[in-house]
């Protein structure tokens, strides 16, 4: 599975590419792991990351909330370690955080989602580096 940054400005969304049903189990696997380590019942997040899974494209509200919780501090339940397992499988990458908790977007939201792209365009090229050897 490969992903890429596709609609950089205001509308971020990372497309999936070549998912395979090995993928999409191994994926529900990570996410079932994410929803064991949230504090509270995170059901409709999740089921909303399965939905950008199986449709192959992972949207806005989804990155942004993702990248939330790859950046809540590290609880004792390890939510935190969870999200950011979840979003290396899904991206190759952990992305900077692109929301608030209060549901606003950082302030230098374009440059986060800038950086995410030159993240992801390097963990694709570190991948292919190392199938190539």
Same mark, same amino acid.
């Given at each position: 599975?490969?992903?890429?940054l596709v609609?950089? !400005? /205001?509308q ?5 590419? %070549?998912?395979?049903s090995d993928?999409?189990?191994m994926? &529900?696997? +990570?996410?079932d792991r994410?929803?064991e ?5 995170? %059901? =409709?997040?999740?089921?909303? $990351?399965?939905s /950008?899974?199986?449709a192959?494209l992972?949207?806005t509200?989804?990155l942004e909330?993702?990248s939330?919780?790859?950046h =809540?501090?590290?609880?004792? !339940?390890?939510?935190? &370690?969870?999200a950011? %397992?979840?979003a ?5 990458v952990v992305?900077?955080?692109?929301? %608030? ?7 230098d +939201?374009d440059?986060?989602v800038?950086? $995410?792209?030159k993240?992801? /365009?390097g963990?694709?090229q ?5 199938r190539s050897?």
């Amino acid at each position: 599975m490969r992903s890429s940054l596709v609609g950089r !400005n /205001d509308q971020p969304k990372i497309e999936l590419h %070549e998912v395979s049903s090995d993928d999409i189990v191994m994926i &529900d696997g +990570y996410i079932d792991r994410f929803a064991e380590a949230t504090p509270h019942n995170n %059901e =409709t997040f999740c089921e909303l $990351l399965r939905s /950008d899974v199986r449709a192959s494209l992972l949207h806005t509200e989804t990155l942004e909330r993702l990248s939330v919780w790859c950046h =809540t501090g590290q609880p004792p !339940n390890g939510v935190c &370690d969870a999200a950011a %397992e979840l979003a290396r499988r899904l991206m190759g990458v952990v992305p900077p955080r692109l929301r %608030e908790r209060c549901e606003r977007r950082v302030e230098d +939201y374009d440059l986060q989602v800038a950086d $995410l792209g030159k993240l992801m /365009d390097g963990s694709h090229q570190a991948s292919v580096s190392n199938r190539s050897v």
